[in-house]
């Protein structure tokens, strides 16, 4: 189980050494991280949380989205366990608009009820103990305050397809994916009330001309009132919660 951990680590600290874009400092695709950072934009202007706000975000990679809240006006801390990822944030963000803290998640370096949101996004995909990551991010929320954590949609199709062939090939899971019924148990365990369930769609990388149709409000509306539709086609997915008082 640590062992999973230890090769993600070394990952993500290499990714930070080697890699030029930002988005491949965090292991997405171009395409996966610019579908997030519009997502995000979309989502947290329906986030309630004061106007000038405490914001966590674990697993912050290159700083993108701390970058961008920071802008808005919030007090922001960015927090990785990879110093290379940590250095590619900090020399991207000149200003220092956000703030950095090398730290692991399992471990935060924080009081209890600081945040008044915290943010986890790619990150339990690279862990072996998600509910303690999970208990870890309840900690630091205020009463009432709010929780956006992404997981890896083990009911997608090409990802059951490929599980099959780990299994089949006896090979382990490079990433970890789950099922949002999982997550959501995981986290009202640990007293985040489950808000609402948002899919991140990406096209396939061998088709990736139909992005095209995913940015149609009309095809993201027929996906969400399929029965089943979003379980079966979001790549991943983001569960929006609140703590309970």
């Not at 695709?29 to 950072?37: K, P, T």
């Not at 509910?131 to 900690?139: D, K, M, N, P």
């Not at 997550?183 to 396939?204: D, K, N």
Request: hydrophobic letters at 45%; glycine letters at 10%.
């Amino acid at each position: 189980m640590r062992a999973f951990d230890s090769e993600w680590r070394a990952r993500f600290e290499r990714f930070g050494r080697t890699h030029a874009g930002e988005h491949e400092v965090s292991g997405w695709s171009a395409e996966g991280l610019s579908r997030r950072f519009r997502l995000l934009q979309e989502l947290f202007v329906q986030l309630p949380i004061p106007g000038r706000a405490q914001i966590l975000e674990l697993g912050c990679g290159a700083g993108t989205y701390v970058r961008y809240l920071a802008g808005l006006g919030h007090s922001v801390v960015g927090v990785d366990y990879s110093l290379p990822s940590l250095q590619r944030a900090v020399s991207a963000d000149p200003g220092q608009k956000g703030r950095y803290v090398a730290a692991d998640g399992y471990a935060l370096p924080f009081e209890r009820g600081a945040f008044d949101l915290v943010i986890c996004i790619g990150v339990l995909q690279a862990v072996s103990r998600p509910r303690e990551l999970i208990v870890e991010v309840s900690r630091v929320l205020r009463p009432e305050g709010v929780a956006v954590v992404e997981a890896l949609n083990s009911l997608e199709l090409p990802a059951m397809v490929r599980r099959l062939g780990q299994i089949l090939a006896s090979r382990p899971a490079r990433v970890r994916a789950y099922s949002p019924f999982r997550v959501r148990r995981w986290l009202e365990a640990g007293e985040i009330r489950f808000h609402r369930q948002v899919g991140v769609y990406l096209p396939p990388r061998p088709f990736p001309g139909l992005g095209r149709l995913l940015d149609r409000p009309a095809v993201m509306r027929a996906l969400d009132a399929i029965p089943g539709g979003s379980l079966i086609m979001a790549h991943a997915f983001w569960l929006v919660g609140q703590k309970s008082t």
